[in-house]
C-alpha cells in the first residue's frame, strides 16, 4: 500500500464508547479505502456491503477506471491511445507484464502465442458430447474447465514459469476453443489454427474457412476485432474478474478458474449484454416503437431494461462505448453498410435515452456492450457468439488478475462473511412428530 496520504478515521460505539482507529490506504489514484481490520478484531462486527457497492476486494495494479470522469487506464495508459497506437497483443502483453515490451519481447510474446494455438485432439472431441443447438458459452466453460485436466506439467501455480506458460496456453488458445464451439453448431469440420496469421486473422481463418475452399481474412475485419478486443480485455474488478480472483484463490487449477469467469461473464447484467443488446433491436424493430420500448423501461414492471446502458462503475459516458460508437461509423461505411438499419435504430435509442429524464437523473449512459454487437454482427459473427468474443478478449484481464493474485505474497483465500437471517438453533423433530 502506499501509505503517502493515508488518513486516519475514528470508530467508536456509542453505547460503550469503545473507539478504534482506522486507517484510510490512499492508492495512486482514486479513492482511500477504509482498512477495517478493526471493525471484527475490536467491535466483534462484520461489514455489509451487497453487490460489493463501496468495498475493495482487493488492491491492484492492472486497471484503473474513474467512473465520473469516464476514464478508464490500462496499467497507466489511457484506452484512447491504446486504441488508436497499440495491438491487442501488445496490450496483452501490457496488462500481463506491466510496461509496453520492446520490439524484441513483443515479438518473443507474438511467436509465443503462435506456438500454443493448437488443441489437443481429445478437447476436440469433447466438443461432440454438445447437442448442435447448445449455446457456444456453455462449451467454451466446459472445455476451458476440461483444460485441468491436461498440461499436469505445468499447474504448479507457485512456480513462476508455469504461469507464463499457462497464461501463454490458455490465450493463444481461447480463440480455437471459440470457434469449434462455431464449427460445431454449423456441423462444419473444426479449422485447424494458421500461425503464420495475426492472432485476429487467424480467429477469423477458423471461423469461416472451410475445406472445400479458399479462405482469405479480409484486414479490415481482423482490424476491426483486433480493437474490438483492445477495449474489451480488462476492466478491474468486474464480476467475471472477481470470479476467477475468488476461484483462484483456493489455489484450484488455473484454467478452472478462468472457466468459472467465463461462467460469470455469460450473464445478461454483465458480458451476456451484448446478445441481449440485439435481441432487444430486434424486438424493438423500427425508430418509431423506440418511444413505447423507453416507456416499458421506465414503468419496471415486465423487468425490462434498455440493454447495454448503465454501469456499475460509469456514472458518465463509458469511454469504451463512445470509441466503438466512432468505429461503427468508420467500419459500417468500408465494408459498405452505412445504412445499417440497426446502427441508425441504436443511434436513435441512445439520442432519446440521453433526454429522458429516467436515464438522465440516473446517470445511464450507453457500456461497452451497446454498440459491439453490431459491428460483430456486420463483421459475420452470429448473435450467440458476441459474448464468447468479449470472453476471449477478457482472458487476458483474467489471467492478469490471476497472476497478480497467486503472486502476491498476501494471497488469501477469498471467504466472505454473512448477515444471517435464518432460523436460530432448534431441535430435530422426528417425521412422525411434525
Ligand atoms: N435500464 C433501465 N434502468 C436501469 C438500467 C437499464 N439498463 N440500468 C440501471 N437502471 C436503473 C435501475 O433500475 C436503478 O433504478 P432505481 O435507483 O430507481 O431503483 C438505477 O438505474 C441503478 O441501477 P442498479 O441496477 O442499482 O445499478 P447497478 O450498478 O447495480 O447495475 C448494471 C449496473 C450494468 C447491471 C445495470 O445498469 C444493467 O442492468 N444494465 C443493463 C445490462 C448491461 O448493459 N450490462 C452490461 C454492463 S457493461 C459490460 C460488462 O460489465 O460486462
Not at 269 to 298: C, T
Amino acid at each position: 500500500m502506499n501509505k503517502t496520504g493515508d488518513k486516519r478515521y475514528q470508530l467508536t460505539n456509542l453505547e460503550t464508547g469503545q473507539a478504534s482507529e482506522l486507517e484510510a490506504h490512499a492508492g495512486t489514484l482514486g479513492p482511500a479505502v477504509l482498512d477495517i481490520g478493526a471493525v471484527g478484531r475490536d467491535h466483534g462486527l462484520f461489514t455489509y456491503d451487497p453487490g460489493f457497492m463501496a468495498t475493495a476486494a482487493t488492491a491492484s495494479r492492472i486497471t484503473y477506471i474513474d467512473g465520473d470522469a469516464g476514464m478508464l487506464l490500462y496499467r497507466g495508459y489511457p484506452i484512447e491511445q491504446l486504441a488508436e497506437h497499440s495491438s491487442f497483443l501488445e496490450v496483452a502483453y501490457l496488462l500481463l507484464k506491466g510496461e509496453l515490451p520492446v520490439a524484441g519481447e513483443l515479438a518473443s510474446f507474438t511467436r509465443s502465442i503462435g506456438e500454443h494455438t493448437m488443441l489437443n485432439e481429445s478437447l476436440l472431441r469433447l466438443y461432440g458430447g454438445f447437442h448442435h443447438d447448445a449455446h457456444p458459452m456453455a462449451m467454451v466453460a466446459a472445455i476451458v474447465a476440461s483444460m485441468s485436466a491436461f498440461y499436469h506439467d505445468t499447474t504448479n501455480i507457485y512456480d513462476e514459469h508455469h504461469r507464463e506458460i499457462f497464461a501463454h496456453r490458455i490465450i493463444a488458445k481461447i480463440p480455437t476453443i471459440a470457434a469449434a464451439a462455431y464449427k460445431h453448431a454449423l456441423g462444419q469440420p473444426f479449422v485447424y489454427p494458421r500461425n503464420d496469421l495475426d492472432y485476429c486473422s487467424n480467429l477469423l481463418h477458423m471461423f469461416f474457412a472451410v475445406p472445400c475452399d479458399a479462405y482469405h481474412p479480409d484486414p479490415l475485419h481482423a482490424q476491426a476485432l483486433d480493437l474490438l478486443f483492445i477495449l474489451h480485455a480488462d476492466h478491474e474488478q468486474n464480476a467475471s474478474t472477481s470470479t476467477v480472483r475468488l476461484a483462484g484463490s483456493t489455489g484450484c487449477n488455473p484454467y478452472a478458474a478462468i472457466s468459472a469467469g467465463v461462467s460469470a461473464l455469460w450473464g445478461p447484467a454483465h458480458g451476456g449484454a451484448n446478445e441481449a443488446v440485439l435481441e432487444m433491436l430486434e424486438a424493438i424493430g423500427d425508430v418509431s416503437q423506440v418511444p413505447a420500448f423507453l416507456d416499458r423501461v421506465k414503468d419496471r414492471k415486465g423487468g425490462v431494461r434498455l440493454m447495454g446502458f448503465g454501469h456499475r462503475v460509469y456514472k458518465n459516458f463509458d469511454p469504451r462505448a463512445k470509441i466503438i460508437r466512432a468505429m461503427c461509423h468508420q467500419v459500417l461505411e468500408r465494408l459498405g453498410h452505412s445504412d445499417n438499419p440497426m446502427f441508425e435504430l441504436a443511434l436513435k435509442l441512445e439520442e432519446i435515452a440521453l433526454q429522458d429524464e429516467y436515464f438522465v437523473s440516473r446517470k445511464l449512459y450507453p457500456n461497452v456492450d451497446f454498440y459491439s454487437g453490431i459491428i460483430y454482427r456486420a463483421l459475420g459473427i452470429p448473435q450467440s457468439m458476441f459474448t464468447v468474443m468479449f470472453a476471449i478478449a477478457r482472458t487476458v484481464g483474467w489471467v492478469a488478475h490471476w497472476q497478480e493474485m497467486i503472486a502476491d505474497p498476501a494471497m488469501k483465500i477469498g471467504r466472505p462473511r454473512q448477515l444471517y437471517l435464518g432460523a436460530t438453533r432448534r431441535d430435530y423433530r422426528p417425521l412422525e412428530q411434525r
